[in-house]
């Protein structure tokens, strides 16, 4: 079972192994294993999908298949629809417990709640002999539209690391690996092993790696799993700049760089880029790379040094298997329902229609075949066959047993139907109307992206309908990610339950009858349409290039920046009851590159039930070199509290999180200036503010060169000074003479080596003018690092 060997044995075996044994050993065995060595006593590895269940084949973990049988199984399971878990189109997967999707968990911010979520799925992993679970996902959810939005956390990166870490750390305390993926830049399904995502070096720093950087640093995952798309025109796989510049000289990574199923196309050059392990087996890609490492194309240290890493995972993973392990599937449904309650977002609560109480309400109409059939999970690899499903109806009438409650299809309102008027009546005659409405089945997961963000089969229109025979309309809806809501001024109140998994019925009739204070929040903006989305003018790219237009602006930043009405913001969501902020304080009122901030505040609850708040802060830089977005996610806290009762909140913020990346400098970089920090409900609900002084240097706006105007020179004191002295030594000045061929120069749209050759006549030569810029480079570059 396990493996105890030590790190001089380790190298040992690479040592002794052949080129093949080694190409063997880097690559897959069949779908979901690594190779064993039984000449070598090398024990495998087994991997499985996914996200937030564990999806066990066993066809094609247990059976013996060939190459084509083994692609047409891969295929068939990300093709098929399998995500309302009442269908029984799972053949021969194991059931497991279907936990919220990601889209949904991240909504509870709660990073103890992500972490019951690992040790769970360990559990399940123990149980079944899975020694690496591939998930979590976090990539950033730049679009409503993409097809895998549902498995991922945020449009934020600190959200997304954060809520990873605790998952990954979940699962790892409990002896199963994590596969963190896809990295990166994997944002939509639109031809999606070829798609080059093209984007900025900024925005690819500051929002799409950063969650990946925050998850490695808090949770190290032992393996990170490479997208399908290609980055700036290089295949993910393939790219030493990702893989092994960033990665592992950067971030010190020293796990294991797993491809995606399929996604190398080059294995010699995704080898050299730092990608170890080739998912799955490839007799051809086996081959290439055994060939390009006899005629040197893959150094043999290249080949040795992932040998060693998968073996070194290996030893980890079989060391951490606890033997018999069993599962408790019953409390891991009540965790399901748990999570799925925590996570339920009420974005619309008028004239206060919810919650409904049980013992008064006479008649309910339920609408829409979602509340038998919940929509509990997208589709795709990570789909999941659930032990149990809570279905909506049947919990409504649990907690409501003295209603009188009809339910009603969609198509009971068919224009000219017979059931047409007697649905409309129930509706009218109902006390409050609870209508489920879900996006398309099966076109809301892996593969594709939705084209639009509307309702299935005109759900839209009848809820509008509706709306015009009853003033008690709550719509429940399952959506992997934001959907526009042309009816919202003709309904009461609006739930979003995202893809809750598979206690989400029991978690939704809690909340309608108010068992349960609603208390999500959301993880991303809801545009009021689709042409509001950040980058709609380049998604979703042309002839293989999409190109992420909107840079660093992603998610709110975008709708800030724009001033754009979002319908819902980001950190939206609303309680039973309500919450005041008060006395906020800072620990510091003046920070540097080093410093470790705490910024607290007093959150009361002012209403009549127990609750919780997701209390956000917000940072706003004033003074910057470089484009900043209004106000970016630093930090929040998830409060319980009783009516009455006030908590102090402390948030913690390290420098390091402020600062913004320079690629001019290749740097991270803090401004000297002042930031003012937020504290508030919502991303467009700040209730408290309070700044705080930054001591750091103060830079120049882009490196100087001969061309750069003079002003860009002479804005900053420190190149001023240097470039004065220049002055008066070359062209044998006094101060005032200097100071005033300064000013003269200041306004010149022209580059500075033409300005002042101009003005004084050609005095200075080009190269003095260079070298003095160059040196002046090297000086701020030096003060750059220090600081940093
Ligand atoms: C998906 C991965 C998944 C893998 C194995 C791929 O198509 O992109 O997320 O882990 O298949 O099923």
Not at 51 to 63: A, F
Not at 463 to 492: C, E, N, T, Y
Not at 732 to 754: N, V
Request: aromatic share 8%; with cysteine; glycine share 8%.
């Amino acid at each position: 079972m396990s493996w105890n060997v030590s790190d001089r044995q380790l190298a040992a075996l690479v040592a002794e192994m052949t080129v093949e044994e080694k190409a063997a050993a880097v690559s897959g065995h069949g779908l979901w294993r690594t190779a064993a060595n039984y000449r070598l006593n090398i024990p495998e590895l087994l991997m499985t999908d996914g996200t937030y269940g564990v999806r066990y084949s066993i066809d094609q973990i247990d059976g013996m298949q060939d190459d084509d049988g083994q692609l047409a199984a891969f295929l068939g399971v990300v093709n098929t629809d399998l995500s309302t878990g009442v269908e029984s189109a799972f053949g021969s997967t194991r059931p497991a417990t279907c936990f919220p999707n990601g889209s949904s968990l991240a909504c509870s911010w709660d990073v103890g709640l992500a972490h019951e979520l690992g040790e769970a799925l360990a559990a399940e992993c123990q149980a079944f002999g899975v020694n690496i679970l591939l998930g979590p996902g976090i990539n950033i959810r730049r679009t409503p539209l993409a097809g895998r939005s549902y498995e991922y956390y945020s449009e934020d990166p600190m959200l997304s690391g954060e809520v990873a870490a605790a998952v990954i750390n979940g699962l790892q305390q409990n002896g199963v690996g994590a596969s963190l993926k896809h990295f990166a830049c994997n944002n939509s399904e639109v031809q999606r092993t070829t798609m080059s995502s093209v984007v900025e070096e900024r925005a690819l720093r500051e929002v799409y790696l950063a969650g990946f950087e925050r998850a490695i640093r808090k949770g190290n995952p032992w393996t990170v799993m490479s997208s399908y798309n290609r980055l700036n025109d290089v295949q993910a796989a393939e790219s030493h700049w990702l893989l092994t510049e960033v990665l592992r000289h950067e971030w010190s990574y020293d796990g294991v760089v797993v491809s995606d199923w399929h996604g190398i196309k080059d294995r010699p050059a995704s080898v050299n880029a730092g990608n170890d392990l080739d998912m799955p087996e490839s007799g051809a890609r086996k081959q290439e790379l055994i060939d390009a490492v006899k005629d040197g194309r893959v150094p043999a240290e290249a080949l040795d040094r992932s040998c060693l890493r998968i073996l070194k995972l290996v030893r980890t993973a079989r060391n951490a298997i606890r033997p018999n392990a069993e599962v408790d599937f019953k409390k891991h449904h009540a965790l399901s329902r748990r999570m799925a309650a925590e996570s339920i977002v009420l974005l619309k609560n008028e004239t206060a229609v919810l919650p409904v109480d049980a013992a008064k309400v006479g008649k309910i109409a339920v609408v829409g075949a979602a509340a038998v059939e919940p929509v509990i999970q997208g589709s795709g690899c990570a789909t999941t066959r659930p032990t149990e499903v809570d279905i909506p109806l049947d919990e409504i009438r649990r907690l409501a047993p003295n209603a009188a409650i009809s339910f009603h299809g969609a198509t009971d309102f068919e224009a000219g139907s017979p059931s047409e008027q007697s649905a409309l009546a129930a509706v009218e005659a109902a006390d409050v109307v609870l209508f489920f409405g879900n996006t398309e089945v099966g076109y809301d997961g892996e593969g594709s992206d939705r084209t639009h963000l509307s309702l299935h089969a005109g759900q839209d229109e009848l809820i509008g309908r509706l709306g015009r025979h009853s003033g008690k309309i709550v719509v429940i809806l399952f959506a992997p990610d934001a959907v526009a809501m042309p009816w919202i001024d003709g309904v009461q109140a609006v739930i979003a339950a995202f893809f809750g998994g598979q206690g989400v019925g029991k978690a939704i009739a809690d909340v309608l009858f108010g068992k349960q204070n609603p208390c999500g929040k959301l993880t991303v903006t809801f545009p009021v349409q689709k042409e509001d989305i950040p980058g709609y003018l380049t998604y979703p790219g042309e002839n293989g290039r999409h190109v992420y237009s909107e840079g660093i602006h992603v998610g709110y930043r975008h709708y800030d920046k724009r001033k754009l009405a979002p319908l819902f913001p980001f950190g939206f969501g609303l309680s039973y009851s309500t919450f005041e902020y008060s006395n906020i304080s800072t620990s510091a009122d003046r920070i540097d590159a080093s410093s470790t901030l705490r910024i607290a505040f007093d959150v009361t609850n002012t209403g009549g039930v127990a609750g919780k708040e997701i209390a956000q802060v917000y940072a706003r830089p004033h003074n910057s070199r470089l484009i900043r977005p209004i106000r970016e996610l630093k930090g929040f806290a998830k409060v319980e509290l009783r009516p009455g009762e006030t908590k102090r909140v402390e948030v913690t913020i390290d420098s390091r999180d402020l600062r913004y990346y320079d690629p001019a400098y290749r740097q991270w970089l803090l401004d000297a200036g002042r930031i003012t920090f937020e504290a508030g409900a919502s991303s467009r609900d700040i209730r408290l503010e309070k700044t705080v002084e930054v001591a750091a240097p103060a830079l120049p706006s882009t490196i100087l060169d001969l061309e750069s105007q003079p002003y860009l020179v002479l804005e900053q004191d420190f190149a001023r000074r240097r470039f004065h002295d220049f002055l008066k030594a070359q062209l044998d000045l006094d101060d005032e003479e200097a100071g005033r061929m300064m000013e003269y120069c200041a306004s010149s749209f022209l580059g500075i080596y033409k300005t002042v050759s101009w003005v004084a006549g050609e005095k200075i030569s080009k190269a003095a003018m260079a070298s003095f810029l160059d040196n002046l480079n090297k000086e701020i570059g030096e003060t750059v690092s220090k600081a940093a």
